[in-house]
Structure formats: structure tokens, C-alpha cells
Antibody, heavy 121, light 107 residues
Framework: QVQLQESGPGLVKPSQTLSLTCSVS??????????WNWIRQSPVKGLEWIGY???????FYNPSLKSRVTISVDASKTHLSLKLTSVTAADTAVYFC?????????????WGQGILVTVSS | DIQMTQSPSSLSASVGDRVTLTCRAS??????LNWYQQTTGKAPKVLIS???SLQSGVPSRFSGSGSGTEFTLTISSLQPEDFATYYC?????????FGQGTKLEIK
């Protein structure tokens, strides 16, 4: 059974960098067809896909966030990370990591529980 | 980006009712359409993929249909645990996008 668990600071100051980690168990970050995603949810924007990373290192980001986002896998291949720079109050949201199937039909089959990040001074 | 529009935004219904939720895409997405259910404080859970394929473990009262730009999710006989928010999501092209959700409430 694949399990994902987000962790990181729940409060980030404006203009700083939001950094989150997703611990993955029961699934492999270093092989397979799956893509590993970050998705956020806020009352204003709803569910918003941030981007993904593949074990090959390939990444793809939402153009609306591309200039500020980095998604990567750590050297141990057990953690997924998200960095979002120059945050504002608009980045306040619940952040989820999620796996997608990587093959047709493409959908998010496993999700973390989510972590609330508030941007405030 | 492909815009996903769900209707209605909210719906009040009773246990045992049959309900249909609609999702429209701003361009054709073939059948690259997924439905998720989200309860308060939880992550979304996939119910249906590829417009009509019921995921393992999901009750058969849930069904999906559609292709192109118009899709529906039907719950044939509402149960108490079905009162939640439902989202559609297109996986046709990146950036993947979600509808704004339909909140299903108890009448």
C-alpha cells in the first residue's frame, strides 16, 4: 500500500520560500511509470495542480507557478520536495502530494493527508 | 489551460435520491476525465477514471458517463456517507485542472 505524508512549516512569512517534504512509503520514487505531484487547495482557487517529477528527473510545472516552483526527489529516493519562492498570502493553502498512475487512464491514485501552510507575517 | 466547469455548485438532496452532477470542459478532452470525492479535512479520493471506469472498492451506485466536453457523475441512491464535495479533473493535457466542485448536502 502506497502511503504519502507531507511535512514542513505551517507558517511562512511573505517573500520567503515555502519548503515542504513528502515522505513516500510502499511506492518507488526511483523507478516505474508514476509521476509524483504537488497539488494545493485554497478557498479562493480550489484545487490547483502545481507540478510533477518523474524518477528520471523530468519535471513539469503549472505555467502559472513555473517561475517560482521547484519539485525534486531526494538522493535517498524516499522523499519528494516542493519549493515555492517569493510567497504571498495568495499561496496560503492546503498542500497535497499525490501520485499519478503514469499510464492511461491518468489519475491521482494516492494522496497524502495534506498540510496547511499559511503565509503571514 | 483547459477550464473545467461543474454544475450545480451545491445540491441539497435526501437519502435514497438519485442525483446527477455535471462537468464541462472548455475544449474536447476525449474521455480523460476523473471524478473525486472529498470529505472535510481529507484528501480527494478517486471514484471514476476515464469518464466511466469505476475504481476498485467504489460502490456501484456511482457511475460516470460522457466524452468530449460534457460529463456526468450519477449517484443512483444516495447514502449518508455520500454527502461530500465532488470534483472533476481533466488529465488530457498539462496543466491538469479541476472543476470548482459540487457540494452535496443533506436536505
Amino acid at each position: 500500500q502506497v502511503q504519502l505524508q507531507e511535512s514542513g512549516p505551517g507558517l511562512v512569512k511573505p517573500s520567503q520560500t515555502l519548503s515542504l517534504t513528502c515522505s513516500v512509503s510502499g511506492g518507488s520514487l526511483n523507478s516505474g511509470d508514476n509521476f509524483w505531484n504537488w497539488i494545493r487547495q485554497s478557498p479562493v482557487k480550489g484545487l490547483e495542480w502545481i507540478g510533477y517529477v518523474h524518477h528520471t528527473g523530468s519535471t513539469f510545472y503549472n505555467p502559472s507557478l513555473k517561475s517560482r516552483v521547484t519539485i525534486s526527489v531526494d538522493a535517498s529516493k524516499t522523499h519528494l520536495s516542493l519549493k515555492l519562492t517569493s510567497v504571498t498570502a495568495a499561496d496560503t493553502a492546503v498542500y497535497f502530494c499525490a501520485r499519478d498512475t503514469g499510464t492511461y487512464p491518468y489519475f491521482f491514485d494516492y494522496w497524502g493527508q495534506g498540510i496547511l501552510v499559511t503565509v503571514s507575517s | 489551460d483547459i477550464q473545467m466547469t461543474q454544475s450545480p455548485s451545491s445540491l441539497s438532496a435526501s437519502v435514497g435520491d438519485r442525483v446527477t452532477l455535471t462537468c464541462r470542459a472548455s475544449q474536447s478532452i476525449s474521455n480523460y476525465l476523473n471524478w473525486y470525492q472529498q470529505t472535510t479535512g481529507k484528501a480527494p479520493k478517486v471514484l471514476i477514471s476515464a469518464a466511466s471506469s469505476l475504481q476498485s472498492g467504489v460502490p456501484s451506485r456511482f457511475s460516470g458517463s460522457g466524452s468530449g466536453t460534457e460529463f456526468t457523475l450519477t449517484i443512483s441512491s444516495l447514502q449518508p456517507e455520500d454527502f461530500a464535495t465532488y470534483y472533476c479533473q481533466q488529465s488530457y493535457s498539462t496543466p491538469y485542472t479541476f472543476g470548482q466542485g459540487t457540494k452535496l448536502e443533506i436536505k
